[in-house]
């Protein structure tokens, strides 16, 4: 099992494609810390002046905007890292780590390389295996590195605006990586079993982005109608993920009142998560195990 | 690897067969290659070599039958047997953002054993060596076909199988990978070459077998096949009528009119009982000239007949 597990690695390490993710991961922690600093700051200025266009005060009037703003600039400091420095990497890892699976599973197919690995005498089990074991060391690597981005841009931005950079808490941030990578897996798994059962990345990227999307739109939308929708809605994954990781805000920005009340709680989201990541690795076996490599 | 090998043969298929629905595209295929020979598989496209070659290795799951490499049943101890085999496939595929060296590389640390120490010798030995800091995808067909060679060698296999190893490489290069699988052979590992170089085949082959409609059709040593499809032209008057007692002699298959005369496909050795014939009836003829057939002439023949023939009730 070690062979093929060092063989994966020493492709993965060898192809731009993880090197360009990690990059932009982070890259995109410290860019849109900053973003945020200057373009609310900026805001901020610009109301405090009384300068403000119509359209940026609030309806509660220009004190209560400027009381918000400056709650929103304080998310940066080191003290919230686990809420919006985590969230932003649950957020932009998804849809990134949905491409790199599909893409990792699905070319293997589309260069014909399986048929090469397999005639030299791999087993399609351990091919198996060892993509979803080098891609869950991926995901982790990309998880660590993105938080620890966003905590230096934390630090950074805090001590660039003067704001207090004490409070951070390690634990705290542990803890909403952990399962913010949790959260990952039943996306990487579901990605691979698409590009696998498709044989192309493209198939593979396209579904899993568009479930990833509709899913957790369509279940807001849903829930915001009737709050009974929430029984079928949490049986899925998108409500399960934002249960686990406790972002305040849905990719698709539809966390209403409604849907925030009926999240299933952690530990059946992280249940529910944990079967779909088994059916969704049981099917890629099965397809594997049952297919014919055809060698044109 | 070699040392390992105690039975002369490496590979066999036994009653092998392979359906896609109502396609049959191997039909109860019985194959052996032994150890120190070189055995061509040979077939027009679509015959069913490349499934064969798909089912010993298994990638492709046979409907029934077996095939065994080195006395291991490759349904039940796949990575076992194909520790011993190595396979250069039709199309070579690797991957096109690692170099030629790497990709060599990465395969020998999936093989084990001493196979990483292998890379240096066979991308010298397969003429790599220049290029082999260049990324795969900007190699040439031959380049290509070279590096899927090398990679077969990789585990110093007892069995090669070795699909088209000739395509895309220019004449010398073509040469060389035929200097190369006589050198494997003797080197004791048995060689499968899957072609549609009759030529190459001819030049290489200790053995072969001719496979159409997934069934083999003929089986033996290249003199054991070309044997029986030897030709005889002749120049003779009256040739409609000479047709006509050429045609009863024993061993004459076919009689045809050429522009010269005559052209007899008949079995071997049969020049004088065709002059008996011709004489018998009163007709002499001015030239029995016999012609040896190559390869390629019985290979058509085989597969046009075969083509041609009613299917089986």
Redesign the interface.
Known sequence: ML??L??EL??MT???MPRVLLATIAGAGIVLYELIYYSVNAQLTLLRSGNAPANLVGPAGAEATIKQFEETLLQVRPAHVQELGVGLVAGLGSVMLIVFAASHMGTEFG???L?????????RRAFLATKLGSLALFALAFTVLGILATVAASFLVSTQAGYDTGGFDLAKVVSAGWRTGYSFIPYLALASLIALWSRSSGAGIAAGLVIYFAESLVTGLLISFNRDFATIANLGLARNVQSLSRISVTVAGTNSSNSAATLPDPTQAAVVLAVWTVVFIALAVWRLRTR????? | MLGDVTDDVVLRTSGLVKRFGELVAVDHLDLEVKRGEVVGLLGPNGAGK??T??MI?????PTAGRADVLGMDIATH??EA??G?G?M??????????TGR?NL???A????GGARARVDPLLKRLGLADREKAKFRTYSLGMRQRLGIA?TL??DPAVVIL?EPGNGLDPAGQREIRELTKELAREGRGVLLASHLLHEVELVCDRVVVIQKGRIIAAGTIAEITRGGSSYEIVVPEPARAAEVLRRVEGVREVRATEQGLEVIAGPDLGHALNRALVGAGLYASAIVPRQSSLEDVFLELTEKETNAPPAA
């Open positions: 062979r093929p060092r063989n020493y492709r060898r192809r731009w260069w014909g390389t048929r090469t690995q397999l005639a030299s005498g791999l087993s014919d490599i055809t060698l044109a | 490349s499934t070659i798909g290795l298994g990638l492709v799951t796949r990575e194909l520790a085999l396979a496939l039709e199309v070579t595929s690797f991957y096109p953002y690692l790497e590389t990465a395969l640390i999936l093989r084990g990679s990789l585990a699909d």
